[in-house]
């Protein structure tokens, strides 16, 4: 009778287990060579699926913030959807196993650099915006950050780089002008 008892708790064991590790979106996800593609695989697969547990593979921690908040929001989840163009909660397999090639610019229209950034890079629209106005020194592109974390990143930056409080007061929120006169102290 114990055997049977031993027995039987061994298989759940292995059959919990077995779920837990053998995770497919895991798996597609860890076995894409680039880091910014492992992370926007593991965010699509949390916003598509609304759980947050894949962003804790992410490893920037702003990704991180970003995604959990997203993978909480189904606004959020629908315009991945509209972006994977029209696909379903199954896209996320799809374009995680075969990526699509990125969108390609209309002759004679300048390309958009937050667009391009976007499918170069594999980042959220924030985290192109953040990359773009830290590499030009852009204060004023911060400020149209949506996620407050990556914002905030993006300004103690520039600040640091530039050393300079007068940019500061073009920032329209009270906490963005704080966190830049701070940063900005030589």
């Known amino acids: 009778m114990r055997s ?3 027995l039987a708790l061994a298989f759940a064991a292995f059959l919990f287990l077995s779920g837990c590790t053998g995770s497919t979106g895991y798996q597609t996800c860890a076995s894409h060579t680039s880091q910014s593609e492992r992370d926007f695989c593991f965010y699509q697969s949390a916003v598509l699926r609304q759980q947050p547990d894949s962003c804790y593979y992410i490893t920037d921690l702003g990704g991180r913030e970003t995604c959990l908040e997203d993978s ?4 959020a989840q629908a315009r991945l959807q509209t972006e994977l163009e029209g696909g379903t909660q199954l896209a996320y397999e799809a374009t995680a196993a075969s990526p699509a090639s990125p969108p ?4 004679g229209r300048p390309e958009d650099p ?7 890079r594999k980042l959220s629209r924030d985290g192109c915006v953040r990359a773009l106005a830290i590499e030009n020194n852009d204060l004023e592109s911060c400020a149209t950050i949506a996620a407050g974390d990556y914002r905030a990143s ?3 930056n520039i600040a640091l780089n530039l050393k300079t409080k007068a940019q500061c007061s073009k920032l329209q929120r ?4 704080q ?3 701070y940063y900005s102290q030589s």
């Open 104 to 107: 390609q610019p209309v002759p």
């Open 4 to 6: 049977i008892i031993m």
């Open 114 to 120: 937050i667009s391009k950034c976007m499918s170069i």
């Open 72 to 75: 909480n929001n189904p606004d």
């Open 179 to 181: 966190i830049c006169q």
């Open 154 to 156: 993006c300004i103690s």
């Open 174 to 177: 009270d906490s963005d002008r």
